[in-house]
């Protein structure tokens, strides 16, 4: 009879950690650097290094004919696709952050030499992977994408505006409230030394920007629609001062959770995090940064527009 003592919860996950370390070591390995119309592939086969380069209409087929594989890509445009078509036909996939990837690249950098750093990287035991999104994820960030691109077309017309009035001596403050409030009355004073083209030209951009207030707010409307039927979206919206935006984008974001083992971990991964100069002995903790476009998206979102 074993009498060791039962395993704690760090060290079960060591140990599946371990194994699953070990499993994929014994898989066959795929390094794909994918592109839009040329893909360049690496593996080993007996030793022997294999190199394919296949146009789109290939790839496919020729994944579906390898045995069951761990197939590696880096996470970039159409990745989160090409790693949910793979796990169709029975592979599984790990998509690795490009910045990691690169320091395994050997030689000058080309297509064959990234699918081989890719082949590489992906079997480190502190590798940097990335959540594969399913549909309705990249749905939610293709609202937030859209809506912040009609945000910031909305801002440079806004500033536009402020500018070319200031040319004519009539400088605004530094809102956009106050933009939508004194331009109509810019426009109907007959006394200004506005010239028939410039008025004519300021109340085109004036209904532009009431068709982009307009395009914003019928997003939002759309973000709040998508907000109740989303089931993590429900469970955040609940904290307090958690809107829908924010609300939106951590569900898009971190999906099921299953790819951080802790909060801290999805924090780091946004780079909510400090930085760290530390040498020896000496711990050297520096400011709070957030790092990337992820980070910086979910601050815009807790800002007002």
């Known amino acids: 009879m074993d009498s060791s003592p039962p395993l704690t919860v760090s ?10 370390e070990e499993s994929e070591m014994n898989r066959n390995v795929v390094g794909l650097d994918i592109a839009k119309q040329v893909f360049h592939l ?7 290094a294999i190199k394919r380069k296949l146009k789109r209409p290939e790839l496919l087929a020729f994944i579906a004919q390898l045995p069951p594989s761990l197939i590696a890509l880096e996470a970039c445009g159409g990745s989160h696709h090409w790693a949910r078509s793979f796990q169709q036909l ?28 890719i082949f590489t990287a992906v079997q480190q035991p502190r590798k940097r992977t990335v959540v594969i999104k ?33 040319e004519r001596g009539m400088v605004l403050p530094k809102s956009a409230n106050q933009v939508r409030k004194q331009l109509p009355s810019i426009l109907e004073d007959a006394e200004n030394q506005l010239s028939t083209l410039s008025r004519a030209l300021f109340a085109e951009q004036y209904q532009a920007l009431v068709a982009m207030d307009d395009a914003i707010k019928a997003l939002d409307r759309q973000i709040d629609a998508l ?18 935006l924010t609300a939106t984008l951590a569900a898009a974001d971190v999906g099921d959770g299953k790819g951080y083992e802790s909060s801290r971990d999805y924090a780091a991964s946004l780079g909510v995090v400090p930085r760290q100069h ?6 050297v903790l520096l400011g709070i940064y957030p790092k990337g476009t992820r980070a910086n998206a979910a601050i815009d979102a807790c800002a007002p527009c």
Do not use: W
Not at 11 to 20: G, I, L, S, V
Not at 42 to 48: A, T, V, Y
Not at 137 to 165: P, S
Not at 234 to 244: E, F, H, Q, Y
């Open 134 to 166: 399913n549909m309705e994820q990249q749905d939610l960030t293709m609202v937030h994408g859209i809506r912040q691109g009609k945000v910031e077309e909305r801002t440079a017309l806004i500033n536009q505006i402020r500018g070319h009035l200031a």
């Open 278 to 283: 530390s040498s020896g002995d000496r711990q």
């Open 90 to 117: 029975g592979h599984d996939v790990e998509l690795l952050n490009a910045r990691y990837v690169k320091a395994f690249v050997v030689g000058n950098k080309n297509d064959f030499n990234d699918a081989e750093a």
């Open 227 to 244: 907000c109740r039927q989303n089931a993590l979206s429900k469970r955040l919206i609940a904290i307090p001062g958690v809107g829908p």
């Open 42 to 48: 690496f593996m080993m086969l007996d030793g022997k």
């Open 11 to 20: 060290q079960c996950t060591r140990e599946f950690k371990r194994d699953k």
